[in-house]
């Protein structure tokens, strides 16, 4: 069955809340710190916002004087900067793009937020999505969502005519957009059908060389989906990225505790390989959907990788059932002892129908998508608990409505269900998984994401306020097209692209996020 909803404690009152789950600077320092090479550390929570003179960003202009009129004022809310520890009620001004001035002293402003009782933080970074397609990506607005990244490889060329102009003029995404070289849909566009060979390599990294200059700003390999990547292919990829200062992100070989050989801490040890003999900075997606049942010893893996001087991150997203097309490779094979499932276990996504050998098989001759009952909460949370972890929602709603809910509901998931009723982690670490951290993960080589995901004076004005108290993702496995619920306001470079009567439509406000040329 699909598992419940977490109640509320609603015996918390609002006030005390608002002052729980603070983190000092050593602690939101070690967060930061997680998503680079080296081992991190849990932070510590505390009882009280730590207050500290607000963040400036560095290289950023001197912040105007209180007295300023500023475009718009958020006003009297929790403003929470993950990458510094700040935490505090303050006002927050905004002019035009940019976060210019952040003050407990009140300021004025042409239009005023009241934001009293809301917490104000960076907009949500989602790492692990797909093309900003024009139905499911208000979805993504309305889960706080203001940079969209399709870092699990887009299935479009990124040449003129492709990706980045398929998004312009009344076609531009109300948040940012970019993503991945995908190895599987290249391999595919050029006929690769099976092991690639010497010149087919060649290929395939030549053109991953020539996508960074043209934007892409990493590459996914997924070999449990493409299963003729062999390990020599990795390797060339993982060369050209690390050349280029780019991060391979990947769904590893095989996501099942067995059989030896063929388990999921295999598939593990060999894309840590792969990050030990060429340098790049490897990203493992999903994490619990791909080491279930194995979890505590796959992150102990990347822990020691990461101690070792590895450069190794790795995302979740909060939910225990995960979710692919029938049509895949992930369902060959004896699929029902791999995940430790039956054909009841799985659910059509967008219904109500769990599935029988005879419905399975007339779906997957369809390519259905469906949603599997089959990650451990304990995964979950041991995920989410990971200092150098992400939050990614490997989804975005379609308007066919065959999706997996995390498309929707992803982020408001974690700050509500998992932060408030579970309290798995405090406000302040989740918000680093949905903020600083993405934006850190990328940064090296795309400058723009350094003046994203930050609370911070002289930072872009992504900004999403939200009430702790009522956060939470209302998408369903049958419903799963469904605005998350708590999220109050979106800034999209300084523009009010959500408010409280809904998500704006004529605000257009999304710009491509790409990678400087080496």
Not at 265 to 274: N, P
Not at 349 to 360: D, Q, Y
Not at 426 to 432: C, D, I, K, M
Request: proline share 7%; net charge negative; with cysteine.
């Amino acid at each position: 069955m699909p598992e419940p909803t977490p109640t509320p404690d609603t015996t918390v009152s609002r006030r005390r809340f608002l002052v729980l789950g603070g983190t000092g600077i050593a602690a939101a320092t070690a967060l930061a710190a997680g998503c680079g090479g080296g081992s991190g550390s849990s932070a510590v929570k505390v009882n009280e916002p730590l207050r500290i003179d607000p963040p400036r960003l560095a290289g950023s202009a001197d912040p105007p004087p209180d007295s300023t009129v500023f475009d718009t004022v958020i006003q009297g809310g929790r403003v929470i900067d993950p990458d510094s520890g700040y935490d505090a009620i303050a006002d927050v001004g905004l002019l035009g793009d940019r976060i210019a001035l952040i003050s407990t002293t009140a300021l004025t402003g042409k239009t005023i937020i009241d934001a009293n009782g809301l917490v104000v933080g960076p907009g949500f970074i989602d790492v692990l999505s797909y093309e900003p397609n024009s139905y499911g990506v208000w979805y993504k607005l309305g889960d706080g969502v203001t940079t969209n990244l399709g870092m699990h490889g887009i299935k479009n060329p990124v040449n003129a005519n492709g990706f980045f102009s398929t998004y312009t003029g009344s076609a531009t995404p109300p948040i940012h957009f970019g993503g991945a070289f995908s190895d599987q849909w290249y391999r595919d566009s050029i006929g690769v059908r099976s092991t690639a060979s010497a010149a087919q390599r060649s290929k395939l990294e030549e053109s991953l060389d020539q996508s960074f200059d043209a934007g892409w700003i990493g590459v996914a390999v997924d070999p449990e989906y493409a299963t003729s990547i062999d390990t020599t292919e990795w390797l060339g990829l993982a060369r050209v990225a690390q050349r280029n200062g780019m991060p391979l992100f990947t769904h590893i070989r095989y996501s099942s505790p067995g059989p030896a050989g063929k388990s999921s801490l295999d598939a593990l040890d060999e894309a840590l390989r792969v990050a030990r003999e060429t340098g790049v900075a490897l990203h493992v997606d999903h994490i619990p959907s791909m080491a279930t049942h194995v979890m505590p010893e796959a992150i102990s893996r990347i822990e020691a990788a990461r101690t070792e001087g590895l450069d190794v991150t790795g995302c979740f997203y909060p939910y225990t059932f995960w979710g692919t097309y029938l049509g895949s490779a992930r369902f060959a094979g004896d699929w029902q002892s791999r995940f430790r499932i039956t054909y009841n276990d799985l659910q059509l996504a967008g219904s109500t129908e769990r599935l029988t050998e005879a419905s399975f098989k007339k779906y997957q001759a369809q390519n259905k998508l469906v949603v599997a009952y089959a990650i451990p909460q304990e995964d979950v949370l041991a995920a989410a608990r990971a200092p150098w972890t992400l939050l990614g929602s490997d989804a975005i709603p379609e308007s066919s409505n065959n999706n997996h809910p995390r498309g929707a509901g992803c982020f408001s998931r974690l700050l509500g269900p998992y932060v408030r009723d579970l309290q798995a982690l405090s406000l302040t670490e989740a918000l680093a998984k949905c903020t600083v951290l993405p934006a850190k993960r990328l940064e090296a080589r795309v400058p723009m994401l350094s003046r994203k995901g930050r609370m911070q004076m002289g930072a872009d004005a992504d900004i999403t306020v939200f009430d702790p108290m009522t956060i939470a993702d209302r998408s369903t496995v049958d419903r799963p097209a469904v605005f998350s619920e708590g999220i109050e306001h979106v800034f999209v470079m300084g523009k009010h692209a959500l408010t409280p009567q809904g998500v704006q439509r004529n605000v257009l406000a999304g710009q491509p996020i790409k990678g400087q040329p080496a």
